[in-house]
């Protein structure tokens, strides 16, 4: 079987938690994997909040989640507040599969996830089933985009955003910059604007020497366009799989 990233070095910058999964699809396609994670995930600052949504669950009729981390972070609040069972009642959404597969682990049925994995997709997938006056949860990052938010403001919708989870910048070991340094990676993957963001100021342009760069999606694309790292590829599907498949692309040209 053909291992299409043979010898080719790759960045993976993601954090630890989300990780482990696009390493070892790497390395099964014969790449050179250096992890360096830029960003820990940490809990809210302020819990209260959403405590408090996981308490009063059953009054949403959507709760839309962004990432696999929103799901847990809920998920555990419910089960300290002893409400897990209520959410049955209340439509699940998700933006992209892995968001998806992470709240199917805990029993929730998915009634909306996107082709495209994002928040302005998911939104027009679940406007029509929406009311003036509707009240939606998003449990989300601290730092996460407001499209989706604004989109459901603007239709008349409630909606409740808390911090699930926050995400700080990472100690970086003094041997992954010099590695960096030693050997700059053949392809470096990003998977959000804050990661792009923190590598530029953790670690610096020239590390990267002439590295291919990779989006997960739009939205990093065009975060990357910005902070003058163009990339030569973007996955299809905010997936380890199509991240792997890009990777592959911005190889091969």
Known sequence: M???????RVLVTRPRERAEELCFLLEDEGAEVLSVPLLELRPPEDPRPLASAAEHIQRYRWVVFASPSG???????LREAGTVERLRRVKV???GPRTARTAEGFGLE????????TGEALFHLIKDSLQHGDEVLLPAAEEGRRELEEGLRELGVFVTRVTAYRSTPAPLPEDALTQLEATPPDVALFASPRTAEAFLEAVGRER???????????TTAAALERLGLPPAAVAERPTPEALVDAAVRAVRG
């Open 93 to 95: 959404a998700a933006v």
């Open 110 to 117: 998915v009634a909306a996830e996107p082709e495209e994995g």
């Open 208 to 218: 990267l020497g002439a590295a291919k760069v990779v989006a997960i999606g739009p």
């Open 2 to 8: 053909e291992r299409r990233l043979e010898g080719i």
């Open 71 to 77: 799901v847990e972070a809920l998920m555990e609040a």
